[in-house]
Nanobody
């Protein structure tokens, strides 16, 4: 069984930065794809960024502003968010994909004020 616990969300002004962390427990392998997704009120959950070993993928809306990384020794994935915009406001969810299952954390709220 896999458990994911996010932390680091909060309130920040536009232009500011936040760093999200996701601590994973259970059977985690460095080859597992991990990522961050977000969901705003009234919208579908969307991909923010994923990382598999050292390969990263970003949504166009966050490219150049967000950086995903992972520490396999700590079973932790991070999302460094810079130049935050009000439209980044959402609940951010940590994800681990191991075929054929998706595992999700409970989410952490990020609010960006204008």
């Amino acid at each position: 069984q896999v458990q994911l616990v996010e932390s680091g969300g909060g309130l920040v002004r536009a232009g500011g930065s936040l760093r999200l962390s996701c601590a994973a427990s259970g059977s985690i392998f460095s080859s597992n794809t991990m990522g961050w997704y977000r969901q705003s009120p009234g919208k579908q959950r969307e991909l923010v960024a994923t990382i598999t070993s050292t390969i990263t993928k970003y949504a166009d809306s966050v490219k150049g502003r967000f950086t995903i990384s992972r520490d396999n020794a700590k079973n932790t994935v991070y999302l460094e968010m810079d130049s935050l915009k009000p439209e980044d406001t959402a609940v951010y969810y940590c994800n681990l994909y191991r075929f054929p299952l998706n595992y999700w954390g409970k989410g952490t709220l990020v609010t960006v004020s204008s």
